[in-house]
């Protein structure tokens, strides 16, 4: 627990037992010293009888260490649970003796009859205590009568719209939006105070001028913008695409990609880096890591997670431009960029993270760019898999990048591929299917870091809109 500070200790009551419901304490940084105290106690001779001498007592001390890190108990132990039964006579039986299985059992230890017993599923989350604030009951006055349920008045399992104003469009859609909402632009207005607005603004037009569909993150990468001023700008200047060949892309108002077959270049590839056992390496070999693990999961509970510092509509008027140490050091002109590989791909060069999402032109590779320009000149339909692709291209663009990246891999670590036979043939796989039938990774909404390559959010920044 000490070499990972993101951890608490936890404290179990009852080791042994595993229903037991642990107690936890934060770690706290201090600087306090560790001392050994010596009490000697020396007992004089007693010369009379009626006279009571106090022994002479000593204290020696000595520092042991410094203590830099402590950790408190500082919330509640929570209930425990305990393998009881209840006798039709109120007595309580324990269980432990019949449903822990301690050494190799027979066939009769299983087919015993017991009393029912069903654990908990999982234990409380929280060892802080929360005030919920009840609210009494409304007192409605005489002859007041409940509304229909309907749709308008029933409160819905997901959030609450948040105020950006996006414009979002299915590839089912029939028309497609040519000026922002209202709302929009005076949330834009609002905020665009100073020149450097002004300049971001007109950067991001002329980005739009050039290439008509935008990623978040290319944007990102071309023009240096605070990402919350980020989620006002892109509303004010293009709608944001839910489905089809071009989703999680933002597209200049009054352009339709459906309807222009070179928009076919804007279209977005979904990207895993495949990896996996069978392919003669693990997970853990590769180079790109992964943003989070199944197997370093730890519970709400065992970790001690920070606030994440809120933006006012103040900061955004005055830029933003002392926000973090790390932005502090850099130009202003680069200080929220992010590097090219968040949104190119070359060959030679790793991606950052193992879930990328590409737009076809950005596969800077000339083997691949003849893969998505087969059918140039031809295109006759678009379709809301393959755009106006010919059938499978994505397939065959992923089977072309996973080689390539496997050849990166064989040659900057060949022992993990000294087993692989001769017989594997170019289309050799890497890892765990990377077609859109796999399930999306779920991601978390993190503070942004400067310059650092940010998390490919594509996919899922629609949670910062809706």
């Known amino acids: 627990i000490y070499a990972d500070p993101a951890k608490r200790l936890e404290l179990y009551f009852r080791p042994k037992d595993p229903y037991c419901h642990p107690v936890c304490a934060n770690r706290f940084p201090t600087s306090t010293m560790l001392l050994r105290v010596r009490r000697r106690t020396k007992k004089q001779q007693q010369l009379d009888t009626e006279e009571q001498i106090q022994p ?17 108990f500082q919330g509640m132990s929570d209930f425990q649970y305990l393998a009881m039964h209840s006798g039709p006579d109120g007595k309580q039986t324990s269980m432990y003796d019949k449903i822990l299985m301690l050494k ?12 029912l017993y069903i654990p908990p599923p999982i234990f409380s989350r929280l060892d802080t205590p929360i005030d919920y604030f009840y609210r009494p009951d409304i007192q409605h006055r005489e002859g007041y009568n409940n509304p229909q349920v309907s749709g308008e008045n029933l409160i819905g399992l997901s959030r609450a719209r948040r105020p950006h ?59 240096s913008v605070h990402p919350d001023k980020l989620k006002l700008l892109l509303p004010y200047l293009a709608y944001y695409m839910l489905t089809g060949p071009w989703r999680s892309l933002w597209v200049r108002f009054g352009y339709d990609p459906r309807k222009h077959p070179e928009a076919k270049i804007y279209q977005v590839l979904d990207f895993r880096i ?24 730890s519970l709400p509970i065992t970790v001690k997670k920070q606030g994440s510092h809120t933006v006012s509509v103040h900061d955004l008027k005055q830029g933003l431009g002392t926000a973090g140490t790390s932005g502090a050091k850099k130009s202003p002109s680069s200080r929220y960029k992010l590097k090219e590989s968040v949104y190119i791909f070359r060959e030679g060069a790793l991606p950052p993270y193992r879930q990328m999402f590409y737009q076809l032109c950005d596969l800077n590779v000339e083997s691949l760019q003849k893969i998505i320009h087969r059918n140039d000149g031809t295109e006759s339909e678009c379709t809301e898999r393959d755009g106006w692709c010919l059938a499978k291209t994505s397939d065959d663009l992923r089977d072309s990048m996973s080689l390539m990246i496997k050849q990166i891999i064989r040659s900057t670590r060949p022992a993990l591929f000294s087993n692989t036979t001769s017989s594997e043939d170019g289309k050799e796989q890497l890892a765990y299917e990377s077609g859109e039938d796999e399930d999306d990774e779920e991601e978390e909404e993190e503070d942004f870091k400067p310059s650092d390559g940010s998390e490919n959010e594509m996919e899922t920044e629609i949670l910062d809109y809706v």
């Open 56 to 72: 002479e007592v000593q204290f020696e001390m000595e520092i042991l260490g410094i203590v830099t890190t402590v950790y408190k």
């Open 165 to 223: 104003n996006a414009i979002f469009v299915n590839f089912d859609d029939e028309e497609i939006p040519v000026k922002p909402l209202d709302a929009a632009v005076q949330n834009w207005k609002k905020v665009c105070t100073n020149p450097v607005d002004k300049k971001v603004e007109e950067e991001l037009r002329k980005l739009f001028e050039v290439r008509p569909v935008w990623s978040r993150n290319a944007v990102k990468a071309n023009i």
């Open 274 to 297: 495949r990896c996996g056992m069978k392919y003669g390496y693990a997970a853990t070999d590769m180079p790109v890591k992964a943003k989070r693990s199944t197997y370093n999961y």
């Open 104 to 115: 190799p059992e027979k066939e009769e230890f299983f087919n015993r009859d017991l009393p």
